[in-house]
């Protein structure tokens, strides 16, 4: 089958890219080619449609989604850092009842929590329309770390990561593949990073905040980042065929990306630096 963004899909999982950025959308004329949005991903499985974030780059997938049929669909948030929520006032099918929308997190206590977040960008005269125009979105919670029960064609499950405030890793599995997220998260913590080892085993792909180079890292220790070292790390004991080098750094420019991916390559040969725009199809 065609996608309407020219991609080619099955009935088998995949995973577009919308936004790669971390902490802030950094357009220019150094980011053209890896890309300036924030965070936001479209994974697919047959019928079946579930968003991950709403950062910047959320404004084009909603304006991509929105061209096509009214729809149900999930949006599991990894957290509420604004980098991953800014794109929901800029979000399209939101605003439109014909759509359905149930938006997750597993970092608070209750739904009340992630309604009250929301409530608070999207209310004068932070922004001029109010949270409670978002007609089409239902609110919900899960406490992080377990299985999602839902209809639909993936198992989604569910883990803790570290990061300040708390923040949710996912993993999408259908007919033996498999699609991890792991953003915003810190290693450094060893429960929550043999957790995470167990949690990734085996997965074809695995998104990872790969924020700073582990040069960098020791003036940034408890920011709630990791490296793109770590990641590959983790990927070669955990048996990933695909670490996908994300959440990039304002300041990393397009060529700097272009080194961290040879280099990764070298310690991993899959793997890859998350581009605005790409697709995987495990
Ligand atoms: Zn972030
Ligand atoms: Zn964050």
Not at 94 to 101: C, K, L, P, Q, V
């Amino acid at each position: 089958m065609k996608g309407n963004d020219g991609v080619t899909t099955g009935a088998g999982l995949s995973l577009k890219i919308w936004g790669v950025r971390g902490s802030t959308p950094t357009p220019g004329p150094t980011t053209l080619r890896y890309g300036g949005e924030t965070t936001s991903f479209e994974i697919r499985c047959g019928d079946d449609l579930v968003l991950v974030d709403c950062g910047s780059g959320a404004r084009n997938l909603g304006g991509f989604l929105h061209g096509g049929p009214p729809r149900a669909f999930d949006l599991f948030f990894t957290h509420t850092h604004l980098d991953h929520i800014c794109g929901l006032p800029f979000f399209k099918p939101a605003y439109d009842e014909r759509f359905s929308i149930n938006a997750w997190a597993g970092h608070f206590a209750d739904k009340q929590e992630l309604m009250d977040i929301i409530c608070r960008i999207m209310s004068p005269p932070i922004f001029p329309v109010a949270a409670k125009q978002l007609k089409a979105v239902t609110f919900r919670n899960f406490v992080g770390g377990e299985l999602i029960e839902r209809e639909g064609g993936m198992n989604i499950s569910t883990v803790v990561l570290n990061h300040p405030g708390g923040a949710t890793g996912y993993r999408f599995d259908h007919a033996g593949k498999s699609i991890c997220i792991i953003t915003d998260h810190e290693h450094g913590v060893p429960g929550i990073d043999s957790a995470l080892r167990r949690f990734v085993e085996g997965a074809d792909v695995m998104i990872y905040d790969a924020m700073f180079t582990d040069d960098e890292y020791p003036t940034y220790v408890g920011w709630g980042h990791s490296t793109w070292q770590k990641g590959v790390e983790l990927a070669l004991e955990a048996g990933v065929r695909h670490p996908v080098m994300f959440h990039h750094d304002p300041r990393r420019s397009d060529d700097a990306l272009d080194a961290i991916a040879e280099a990764a390559a070298a310690r991993h040969p899959g793997a890859l630096v998350a581009r605005e725009g790409m697709v995987l199809t495990p």
